[in-house]
C-alpha cells in the first residue's frame, strides 16, 4: 500500500500536472485489472519530459499508469532508503551508481538480464560506457537513462575583458605546480575592492570582490565538479578497476598534487575560502557577479542559459593537463524493485524509459542527454535551436580517452563522507593533504577487508 507521505506527494505533483496526460491516483490495482506504477525521480527540471514519456507510455499500454514522485536529491535518498527497509518501495525509480551497489547488495534491485534476453532489447544503440555501471557478476539492475560530462563554465563579459574568446579558452592548459593558462586566467579575472586583478602587486586578497574561480567541496568522493576532473588529468585514477574494484588510491601523489593546488589558490586569494564560502550555489554567484569561472555538468546547462541571462555565460572544454583532457562520464538508469509487485508492468516502462520512444521525447526538452546517441544529437539540435552552444559536453564523449568512469564499488555511501572530510579538512589547513588523503585512504580500504 502506498504510505501517506507518498500519497501526498504525488497528489502534489499530480495538481502541478494537471495539464498532462499522466493520471495520478494510488497504487491499489483496479477491479478491472489496471496497475499504477510508483516512479520516483529527484530532479524536478526533468520530470516534464518523464511526464511527456509517462502519456506516451500510457497510450500504447492503457492498463498501466505511471504516478510520479519528485523529491530533492538528498531527501530523496533517505526516503527511498527507509522505503526499501519498511517493504514500501517504488515500483521503479531513478538510481545513481554511488547508492546502486548498496541496494543491490541488499538484494532490493531486479535483475533484468533475463528480461533483456528475452525481450531482445538492442544496447548496441548507448553511448560507450553506460551499460557497464549496471552490470555485476552477469545480472543487470539497470538500463541507461542519460549521460553526463562537465565543462568550465564562464562569464563572457569578465573573461571578454581580459581578450580571451571561446578559441582561446579552448586552448587552456593545466597543471598543479603553476596551474599552466588557466590558473593565468584565473588570476587576471579575480578583483579585489580597489578593481586590481590577481596579477597585480597591489592585489588584496583579503578583499576580493570577483574571484575568478569558484571550486565545488560537497562533492562526496568523487569530485565530479571540479577536483575529479583535475586529479584525472594529471593522471589520477581512483581504483585499481573500475567499476567494482576492491582497493582505491585516494593517496596517490597525483591527487595530492592537485588539492594543493586548489588550496594554492585560496591562499592566493583566486578562489574562495572554504570557510567563509557562501551559501548560495556557484551558479548563483556567478549570475550575482562574484565568480568568474566554475566547473558546471551538462545536467546543469538550464542554469546558465535562458533568456533571462541574455548569453551572460558559456561553456569552455575543461584544460588540457599532464594526461591530457580528461571529463568524468556518468549516466543514470531506472532501476526495478525486486518486492514489487508488478514486475512485468514495472520492466514495460523502464524498458519504454530506455527506448528511442522516450529519449527522443526527453531530447526535445533540452535538459539532459539521453543515454542513446541518435537521441543525444537530437537534443544537441533542441539547444541549437534555442541558441545555445553546449557542444562542448558532447564532445567530450566523443574524443577519444576524454572521459573517466566515476568510481562503482561496494560501500559507496561511507565511502563518500570519509573523502569529503579528508578534501575539506585538507582545504581550510587542518591537515596536509598528503595526510589527510592517506588517512582516508586507510579508511576506505579497510571497509573492504
Request: glycine share 8%.
Amino acid at each position: 500500500m502506498t504510505s501517506l507521505r507518498q500519497r501526498v506527494g504525488a497528489a502534489l505533483l499530480c495538481l502541478a500536472a494537471s495539464t498532462t496526460l499522466v493520471s495520478c491516483g494510488g497504487d491499489d490495482d483496479a477491479a478491472d485489472g489496471s496497475v499504477t506504477l510508483d516512479y520516483w525521480l529527484w530532479d524536478d527540471r526533468q520530470l516534464p519530459a518523464y511526464q511527456d514519456c509517462a502519456a506516451a507510455f500510457h497510450r500504447a499500454n492503457p492498463g498501466i499508469t505511471v504516478e510520479f514522485t519528485q523529491t530533492a536529491w538528498t531527501q530523496y535518498w533517505q526516503n527511498l532508503t527507509t522505503e526499501l527497509v519498511s517493504g514500501d518501495a517504488p515500483d521503479v525509480w531513478t538510481n545513481q551508481s554511488t547508492y546502486s551497489a548498496t541496494y543491490v547488495s541488499g538484494g532490493q534491485v531486479l535483475d533484468l538480464q533475463p528480461y533483456v534476453k528475452r525481450d531482445h532489447v538492442d544496447l548496441s544503440g548507448y553511448q560507450a560506457g553506460l551499460t557497464e555501471p549496471w552490470v555485476k557478476d552477469g545480472k543487470r539492475y539497470g538500463l541507461p537513462k542519460d549521460w553526463d560530462t562537465v565543462a568550465l563554465v564562464y562569464n563572457t563579459a569578465m573573461l571578454g575583458e581580459q581578450g580571451m574568446d571561446a578559441d582561446r579558452l579552448a586552448k587552456l592548459t593545466w597543471n598543479p605546480s603553476d596551474g599552466g593558462t588557466l590558473e593565468e586566467v584565473i588570476a587576471r579575472a579575480t578583483l579585489d575592492d580597489e578593481g586590481r586583478n590577481g596579477l597585480d602587486p597591489g592585489f588584496d586578497k583579503d578583499h576580493v570582490e570577483v574571484y575568478g574561480f569558484l571550486p565545488e567541496w560537497a562533492d562526496g568522493s568523487q569530485g565530479q565538479n571540479g577536483w575529479g576532473e583535475f586529479a584525472a588529468a594529471n593522471g589520477f585514477h581512483y581504483l585499481d578497476r573500475n567499476p567494482w574494484g576492491t582497493h582505491y588510491r585516494y593517496d596517490d601523489p597525483k591527487l595530492v598534487e592537485t588539492i594543493s593546488w586548489f588550496r594554492h589558490l585560496i591562499d592566493k586569494g583566486y578562489a574562495p575560502r572554504l570557510d567563509q564560502q557562501s551559501k548560495m550555489a556557484n551558479s548563483e554567484l556567478l549570475a550575482a557577479g562574484k565568480g568568474a569561472m566554475t566547473v558546471a555538468g551538462s545536467y546543469a546547462i538550464s542554469s546558465y542559459t535562458g533568456p533571462k541571462l541574455q548569453r551572460q555565460f558559456a561553456f569552455a572544454p575543461m584544460p588540457v593537463g599532464p594526461a591530457g583532457r580528461k571529463s568524468a562520464v556518468n549516466g543514470l538508469s531506472d532501476a526495478v524493485w525486486a518486492g514489487s509487485k508488478h514486475k512485468e508492468e514495472a520492466w514495460k516502462w523502464v524498458k519504454f524509459l530506455a527506448s528511442a520512444d522516450c529519449q527522443d521525447l526527453v531530447a526535445k526538452r533540452a535538459v539532459v542527454f539521453p543515454a542513446l546517441k541518435s537521441a543525444t544529437e537530437k537534443a544537441l539540435a533542441a539547444h541549437r535551436s534555442k541558441g545555445e552552444d553546449v557542444h562542448v559536453f558532447t564532445d567530450a564523449v566523443a574524443a577519444k580517452d576524454g572521459t573517466f568512469l566515476l568510481p562503482i564499488t561496494e560501500h559507496g555511501t561511507e565511502i563518500d563522507p570519509i573523502v569529503q572530510d579528508a578534501v575539506q579538512s585538507a582545504i581550510l589547513g587542518q591537515a596536509s593533504p598528503e595526510d589527510a588523503l592517506k588517512a582516508a585512504n586507510d579508511k576506505v580500504n579497510a571497509l573492504f577487508r
